[in-house]
């Protein structure tokens, strides 16, 4: 899986974070789809009518992804938009916005174990042959995503702003 680095350059550059966006950031399976879905019910104060009817990644595309680039780029009004990018990769322009940032973060342990089980069948990246095989590149950062030590620090950095929310998918499970 890979994002040629003429669309990430893109996406740094030219694309306009506005003031009245909602960015929900993670680092691979670290809960995205569930806070998606959960962001998207407060949108619409509990009706489950939108989430049934359209997509989620119309609701709250992902920036990385062509399709979902396309989807926002034009979009009007608020938009959802979701990322797995580092902070160093993300679209300049939010770094002057007052969007509003959700950043979930989980427990490595876990993110490891479900990394592990979700890229061993997958079908389009170097699958590991075990555990142990999917700890060591997990620890030195040679995952698909990159570093999740250097992913979580690197978004840990704007957690003083205002706009910045942290939220754990630890906390999440015990609400």
Request: charge should be neutral.
């Amino acid at each position: 899986m890979e994002f040629p680095s003429e669309h990430l350059r893109e996406v740094q550059e030219d694309f306009i974070i506005k003031d009245e966006d909602v960015l929900l950031l993670t680092y691979p399976q670290s809960g995205m789809n569930w806070l998606m879905e959960t962001v998207c019910l407060i949108h619409s104060k509990g009706d489950p009518k939108w989430i049934q009817s359209v997509p989620i990644g119309e609701r709250s595309p992902w920036v990385e992804a062509f399709s979902g680039y396309n989807l926002l780029k034009d979009k009007e009004g608020p938009r959802f938009i979701t990322s797995h990018l580092f902070v160093q990769l993300f679209p300049r322009s939010f770094f002057k916005s007052k969007a509003k940032v959700i950043y979930l973060i989980r427990n490595p342990r876990d993110v490891l174990v479900s990394g592990y089980f979700f890229w061993r069948i997958a079908k389009f990246v170097k699958r590991p042959q075990s555990l142990e095989q999917y700890f060591e590149w997990f620890v030195e950062g040679n995952v698909v995503f990159g570093s999740w030590f250097d992913h979580t620090w690197g978004w840990m950095s704007m957690r003083n702003k205002e706009n910045f929310l942290i939220l754990s998918y630890e906390e999440m499970k015990w609400a």
